[in-house]
């Protein structure tokens, strides 16, 4: 299953799409996504393979990182078709911004992002219990790459993180991360261009991004969505809550509820058939 020389048997790239500011209408994104992408430790070739293709399909230079943003929609449409031929395993957090009443709480600097990295790993630590069970091991590590922030300090991070492992360990209920699946000394930071996984986790975001951000305006871009959506994180084909967590819990009833239809394809398009 895994080489001796890794500690690890499974590898996240993790980036986001959308901003954390709360300036609507004047810049800032209406919805913040993290996403992250969960391989084995032996898939990390397809994912530079995958890169490579990519590229040399969109006849883009080889030594500049793939950039979701950046491409057209036929791009972005064989990108997604390309990520969504492979077993990986994806999981979204996805924060409707002009929803949450604690806006002063969250404006301050890097507490959302902090907040859904912290869900966002719990997921992941789900998720890897479930796929180790299902090889009869009951015992494994998660590395994690994230995508270089220019002006966070992934040394607070950690610290966050830690004090999620030790008000866990006071038994704060609240906090669902399986810790035994983690271990800080395997959490990494690279920029995109050094590590391709964080390109096609930078992809993933985007999907999402291009799904939820538009709602609000003309129905929404989904059509990528729908070539990834067999890799997004289900127990017993539910994502929702899983792969796909949507935040607050005011916009999950909203989606629910079918209050705004456009809503809708996040229930059935999301779902693994």
Same mark, same amino acid.
């Given at each position: @299953? =895994?080489h ?15 901003? !954390?500011? +709360?300036s ?18 032996? $898939? !990390? ?7 490579? $293709?990519i ?5 883009? &230079?080889?030594n500049?990182?793939? =950039?979701?943003?950046?491409?057209? =929609? ?10 969504? #031929?492979? #077993?990986? =395993? ?5 924060v409707? #911004? &002009?929803?949450?009443? !604690?806006? !002063?709480?969250f ?6 992002? +902090? ?6 790993? /719990?997921r992941v ?5 479930? $796929? %180790? ?10 590395k994690?790459? +994230?995508?270089?922030?220019?002006? @966070?300090?992934f040394?607070?991070l950690?610290?966050? +993180? ?7 360990? %006071? ?6 991360? /399986? ?12 920029? &995109?261009g ?10 993933i975001?985007g ?9 609000? #305006? ?7 969505a ?5 890799l ?8 929702w ?5 949507? @935040?607050?819990a ?6 629910e509820?079918?209050e ?14």
């Amino acid at each position: @299953m =895994h080489h001796s020389d890794k500690s690890y048997n499974y590898i996240c790239f993790i980036d986001e799409s959308g901003d !954390e500011g +709360f300036s609507f209408g004047q810049g800032s994104s209406e919805w913040f996504i993290i996403s992250a992408l969960v391989i084995k430790n032996t $898939e !990390e070739k397809a994912v530079v393979d995958l890169i490579a $293709e990519i590229k040399s399909r969109l006849k883009w &230079p080889a030594n500049k990182p793939l =950039h979701w943003r950046k491409l057209h =929609h036929i791009e972005k449409d064989i990108f997604a078709e390309q990520i969504g #031929k492979y #077993k990986w =395993h994806i999981a979204t957090v996805a924060v409707c #911004k &002009p929803d949450i009443r !604690e806006k !002063e709480f969250f404006g301050e600097r890097y507490r959302l992002y +902090f907040y859904c990295a912290r869900y966002l790993l /719990e997921r992941v630590s789900w998720l890897v219990r479930d $796929e %180790l069970k299902k090889t009869g091991l009951n015992t494994g590590k998660v590395k994690f790459i +994230f995508s270089n922030r220019s002006n @966070m300090s992934f040394g607070e991070l950690k610290d966050y +993180f830690n004090v999620l492992k030790r008000k866990s360990e %006071l038994n704060d209920i609240d906090i669902r991360i /399986e810790w035994k699946y983690i271990d800080f000394d395997l959490i990494e930071v690279y920029t &995109p261009g050094k590590q391709e996984g964080l390109q096609i986790a930078d992809a993933i975001a985007g999907i999402f991004w291009a799904g939820f951000e538009t709602i609000l #305006k003309k129905g929404c871009v989904f059509d990528y969505a729908k070539k990834i959506k067999g890799l997004i994180y289900n127990y017993q084909q539910n994502c929702w809550g899983y792969g796909l967590k949507i @935040m607050p819990a005011e916009t999950q009833k909203k989606i629910e509820s079918g209050e705004n239809n456009n809503w809708r394809w996040c229930l059935e398009e999301y779902v693994k058939k």
